[in-house]
């Protein structure tokens, strides 16, 4: 094996090590390694100065300030994998950051990188049989024992410096690019680097089987999957598509997830990291996902016209003690109705606690009011988001309803979490009063008669049998080729259906015919809310 040292880094330079070394540690960046024994192979970073600063301190203080405008995510359990993007940090980093910020503060032994390959073809998954990875904020080992047991399970996986090395194209930057974070993040790692050149549905297992055998029974172990979304379409297309990415992975439905990548229905170029990581973590006991967030470059650059999609999520194993409580006692939701006279109606079919108090419930219903006021007057709603922290400022899928004398003047929501809830309210209410395709737009003497409803929306769970749907309980969700349709719990509740009847109705809401769910190909998803209105 030889030692490649790219333009700009002596591996031999022994001058002021201590210096360095000092320097080094104070920065928490692990140092080169420095072997008597030169036969030793480091692969050279290939984008440093272009995905990101080149020069240690720089890199350093942009990963900290993009850290330090992010909010840690909470987690009800032990993280076992992230999905995050892997475009030029500017554009990407942001994002990316929120998944980082999740395992601040967590001790990893060993981190496994899974990354899509965008400079050579080939087949299969190589797994880098090197020394090292280089970055500027020092060399990250490799963990060449557990890199040789997860190679070994099958003819699809191989030791192999493919979508490693260098060539004609430049060198691979979706696994490099997740180094810098992971060298902030954690005091000490060693890392297996795997870049799939194939994403076929047999490399994933194969790939998910061999991280699950030989890393059972280890809590140690962080698995990261690389994946920007949807490329180069307008902003509302790319956004559209990137939803439904984000629905199958909150739905933790990997399978669809692979079938509509492959008929190109939806877009993510690490789309074999990002379902190899689902089944091995599955394998691993972690059942549970998080979309902590997505933006894309029309976010950063203004530029809407060609962009692209990124998200960061987290999955873990939910600790039972975390679970999403679940109140059976209509007296209960009347009660925390009640809480403080007069302030905040809270909907009987209400059925989930994600521990919103009742001033933060006052200030979401206020919120709503005041985005659509805002339009109405023409002036900007001026958010101050030191105002929503806490549960607020997290990511959460929510619908906003406007009623006048109990009929439906409009309502709109995002089915996923992504974006902080405060946020999503605020968005979502002024796309209630005036682009509800079903209603003209709201004026300002309808807005005196208002009445203004949030739905607050737990993730997804698909439906086994239908019989596990509870009215009262349960919103649904029901797909079919590229006919959708969601109703919230209450609509059940004011219709007065039963089980079969809300089924057929989220059929017909999805532009299909009655009885459609009990057709095979028709996926049902069930959810919950937290539902509170003005009184």
Same mark, same amino acid.
Request: hydrophobic residues 40%.
């Given at each position: 094996?030889?030692?490649?040292?790219?333009?700009?880094?002596?591996?031999?330079?022994?001058?002021?090590?201590?210096?360095?070394?000092?320097?080094?540690?104070?920065?928490?960046?692990?140092?080169?390694?420095?072997?008597?024994?030169?036969?030793?192979?480091?692969?050279?970073?290939? %984008?440093?100065?272009?995905?990101?600063?080149?020069?240690?301190?720089?890199?350093?203080?942009?990963?900290?300030?993009?850290?330090?405008?992010?909010e840690k995510?909470?987690?009800?359990?032990?993280?076992?994998?992230?999905?995050?993007?892997?475009?030029?940090?500017?554009?990407?980093?942001?994002?990316?950051?929120?998944?980082y910020?999740?395992?601040?503060?967590?001790?990893?032994?060993?981190?496994?990188?899974?990354?899509?390959?965008?400079?050579?073809?080939?087949?299969?998954?190589?797994?880098?049989?090197?020394?090292?990875?280089?970055?500027?904020?020092?060399?990250?080992?490799?963990?060449?024992?557990?890199?040789?047991k997860?190679?070994?399970? !099958?003819?699809?996986?191989?030791?192999?410096?493919?979508?490693?090395?260098?060539?004609?194209?430049?060198?691979?930057?979706?696994?490099? %690019?997740?180094?810098?974070?992971l060298?902030?993040?954690?005091?000490?790692?060693?890392?297996?680097?795997?870049v799939?050149?194939?994403?076929?549905?047999?490399?994933?297992?194969?790939?998910?089987? !061999?991280?699950?055998?030989?890393?059972r029974?280890?809590?140690?172990?962080?698995?990261?999957? !690389?994946?920007?979304?949807?490329?180069?379409? #307008?902003?509302?297309?790319?956004?559209?598509?990137?939803?439904?990415?984000?629905?199958?992975?909150?739905?933790?439905?990997?399978?669809?997830?692979?079938?509509?990548?492959?008929?190109?229905?939806?877009?993510?170029c690490?789309?074999?990291?990002?379902?190899?990581?689902?089944?091995?973590?599955?394998?691993?006991?972690?059942? #549970?996902?998080?979309v902590?967030?997505?933006?894309?470059?029309?976010?950063?650059?203004?530029?809407?016209?060609?962009?692209?999609?990124?998200?960061?999520?987290?999955?873990?194993?939910?600790?039972?003690?975390?679970? %999403?409580?679940?109140?059976?006692?209509?007296?209960?939701?009347?009660?925390?109705?009640?809480?403080?006279?007069?302030?905040?109606?809270?909907?009987?079919?209400?059925?989930?606690d994600?521990?919103?108090?009742?001033?933060?419930?006052?200030?979401?219903?206020?919120?709503?009011?005041?985005?659509?006021?805002?339009?109405?007057?023409?002036?900007?709603?001026?958010?101050?988001?030191?105002?929503?922290?806490?549960?607020?400022?997290?990511?959460?899928?929510?619908?906003?309803?406007?009623?006048?004398?109990?009929?439906?003047?409009?309502?709109?929501?995002?089915?996923?979490?992504?974006?902080?809830?405060?946020?999503?309210?605020?968005?979502?209410?002024?796309?209630?009063?005036?682009h509800?395709?079903?209603?003209?737009?709201?004026?300002?003497?309808?807005?005196?008669?208002?009445? %203004?409803?949030?739905?607050?929306?737990?993730?997804?769970?698909?439906?086994?049998?239908?019989?596990?749907?509870?009215?009262?309980?349960?919103?649904?969700?029901?797909?079919?080729?590229?006919?959708?349709?969601?109703?919230?719990?209450?609509?059940?509740?004011?219709?007065?259906?039963?089980?079969?009847?809300?089924?057929?109705?989220?059929?017909?809401?999805?532009?299909?015919?009655?009885?459609?769910?009990?057709?095979?190909?028709?996926?049902?998803?069930?959810?919950?809310?937290?539902?509170?209105?003005?009184?």
């Open positions: 094996m030889t030692l490649v040292i790219s333009h700009g880094y002596n591996f031999h330079m022994r001058l002021s090590i201590s210096m360095t070394l000092l320097i080094l540690v104070a920065l928490n960046i692990r140092a080169p390694l420095l072997e008597a024994d030169m036969d030793i192979e480091i692969r050279q970073p290939a %984008v440093a100065g272009s995905f990101y600063p080149g020069e240690p301190s720089q890199l350093a203080k942009m990963i900290a300030e993009m850290l330090a405008k992010t995510p909470s987690i009800p359990g032990d993280i076992i994998g992230l999905i995050v993007p892997h475009a030029g940090y500017i554009y990407s980093g942001p994002v990316a950051a929120y998944a910020k999740a395992i601040q503060g967590m001790e990893y032994s060993d981190v496994i990188v899974i990354a899509p390959c965008h400079v050579e073809a080939f087949a299969g998954a190589a797994v880098y049989p090197g020394d090292a990875y280089a970055t500027p904020l020092g060399d990250v080992e490799i963990n060449k024992e557990l890199s040789n997860i190679a070994s399970y !099958s003819n699809l996986i191989k030791l192999s410096d493919q979508g490693h090395r260098f060539n004609y194209r430049g060198g691979e930057h979706s696994l490099e %690019v997740q180094l810098p974070f060298q902030t993040m954690l005091k000490d790692f060693r890392l297996v680097a795997i799939m050149g194939s994403q076929d549905m047999q490399t994933c297992k194969d790939l998910a089987e !061999s991280i699950a055998k030989h890393c029974n280890r809590n140690d172990i962080l698995i990261v999957a !690389s994946s920007d979304l949807s490329h180069y379409h #307008d902003y509302d297309t790319a956004v559209k598509l990137d939803n439904r990415v984000v629905e199958l992975v909150n739905n933790y439905d990997y399978n669809q997830l692979f079938e509509e990548i492959k008929q190109q229905k939806i877009e993510a690490g789309g074999g990291p990002i379902i190899a990581l689902m089944m091995a973590a599955e394998k691993l006991g972690a059942g #549970d996902i998080k902590v967030n997505y933006a894309n470059s029309g976010d950063v650059t203004g530029d809407k016209s060609a962009v692209v999609g990124y998200l960061s999520a987290v999955i873990y194993k939910a600790d039972k003690s975390s679970k %999403v409580h679940v109140i059976d006692e209509k007296s209960q939701s009347e009660d925390l109705g009640k809480e403080e006279s007069g302030s905040v109606e809270v909907d009987p079919a209400s059925t989930v994600f521990g919103l108090s009742d001033k933060d419930k006052k200030a979401l219903l206020k919120l709503a009011r005041e985005a659509i006021l805002s339009v109405l007057e023409k002036h900007d709603l001026g958010l101050d988001k030191s105002r929503f922290t806490g549960v607020l400022a997290e990511n959460r899928g929510a619908f906003v309803t406007l009623t006048i004398g109990g009929n439906l003047r409009g309502c709109i929501g995002y089915t996923q979490a992504v974006k902080p809830l405060y946020e999503t309210i605020a968005e979502m209410a002024v796309q209630a009063a005036f509800d395709p079903r209603f003209p737009p709201l004026t300002s003497e309808e807005l005196m008669k208002v009445r %203004v409803e949030i739905s607050v929306l737990t993730p997804m769970t698909i439906v086994k049998d239908p019989n596990e749907v509870v009215v009262g309980r349960d919103g649904l969700y029901i797909t079919r080729g590229f006919n959708s349709g969601l109703l919230l719990p209450q609509v059940a509740v004011d219709y007065n259906w039963d089980r079969e009847t809300f089924l057929d109705q989220t059929c017909l809401k999805a532009g299909l015919p009655p009885g459609t769910w009990k057709k095979e190909g028709t996926q049902i998803y069930r959810f919950q809310a937290d539902i509170f209105k003005e009184e």
